[in-house]
């Protein structure tokens, strides 16, 4: 499980994310959805809207980052969605990481739940619940970005949003409750993908 977002009028999580609902085409970068599966994408504030997505929608995984990407339904109302940041990143950026994370009450320990979701361990979490951490980005590479923002499980594909004016800047790929390190796929590796998936 994991976290989907609308980025440009496409849709993205990272590439585990979808594995297993997803199977191979003909193509060595395109996915489609398998067919006991259906996606639905449920948005909207004071007026819910439910969009399913096409079972032959073309999910574009990158060659060699854990991203896929597929687009928009053609006709079909979109949420406003976000947007890509450009240029280079910094470390001490603030960010904010918006996913909806779950709760395993078999393996998550206490003090992780507390720190992760800023409540006690014994109020439980109604999921879908969407969390919004906040930290700072600690080091940044070619492809991949690291945060302190506090995540839990099933994080993976949230946004990193950058503070300063609500940009992505990242992709989140794995939590640091089993690493501790919280790793991102940097925007940069999504500009291609998205154009790729283009309607």
């Known amino acids: 499980m994991g976290t989907v977002f609308v980025l440009q009028g496409r ?3 990272n590439g585990h994310v979808l594995l297993n609902a997803t199977q191979p085409t003909g193509s060595a970068d395109v996915r489609k959805l398998k067919p006991q599966y259906r996606l639905e994408a449920v948005f909207g504030a004071g007026g819910v809207r439910r969009v399913v997505l096409p079972a032959d929608s073309p999910w574009r995984r990158h060659p060699s980052l854990d991203l896929i990407v597929t687009a928009w339904p053609v006709g079909a109302v979109a949420p406003m969605g976000l947007t890509l940041a450009t240029g280079t990143l910094a470390t001490s950026t603030s960010v904010a990481l918006l996913g ?29 619940s969407m969390v919004i951490s906040m930290g700072q980005i600690t080091s940044v590479s070619d492809v991949t970005l690291e945060h302190d923002a506090n995540t839990m499980g099933n994080s993976s594909g949230s946004p990193l949003i950058r503070m300063a004016d609500g940009l992505v800047v990242g992709v989140q790929r794995a939590d640091g409750l089993s690493s501790d390190r919280n790793l991102a796929v940097v925007a940069s590796g999504l500009a291609e993908l998205v154009l790729a998936a283009a309607p």
């Open 100 to 128: 909806f994370p779950s709760v395993n009450n078999n393996t998550d320990r206490p003090e992780d739940v507390d720190r992760a979701f800023g409540r006690c361990p014994e109020v439980p979490v109604s999921e879908p």
């Open 11 to 13: 849709i993205v999580t």
